[in-house]
């Protein structure tokens, strides 16, 4: 069973810049793909990116150019780097793993959860 702590969330003024750390324990990271999701209020569970255990890089249309996922093997620990963050960027940000080198893009996709970690962005 992999546990995921999110950490990093905090206000923030548009424009500027954020980075989110999710540490894992328990289960082999290194062979985990990762992900971030978001979640506003009234809003579905959104995906933002993703990282597969080769380093593969994925993101969604909405954060391209502006967020890096990336990933410390020997931390077992996934980033993400959020710059020129807008009022839309606002949510709760979460972590997500799965076993094996599939690229996690839907909440359905992943296996484990973090609990989630507050980012709000002020105009």
């Known amino acids: 069973q992999v546990q995921l702590v999110e950490s990093g969330g905090r206000l923030v003024q548009a424009g500027g810049s954020l980075r989110l750390s999710c540490a894992a324990s328990r289960g082999t990271f290194s062979t985990y793909s990762m992900a971030w999701f978001r979640q506003a209020p009234g809003k579905e569970r959104e995906y933002v990116a993703t990282?597969?255990?080769?380093?593969?890089?994925y993101y969604a249309d909405s954060v391209k150019g502006r967020f890096t996922i990336s990933r410390d093997n020997a931390e077992n620990t996934v980033y993400l780097q959020m710059n020129s963050l807008k009022a839309e960027d606002t949510a709760v940000y979460y972590c997500a793993a799965r076993s094996g080198g599939v690229p996690i893009m839907t909440p359905s996709a992943a296996s484990y959860w973090g609990q989630g970690t507050q980012v709000t962005v002020s105009s």
């Open positions: 990282i597969t255990w080769r380093g593969n890089t």
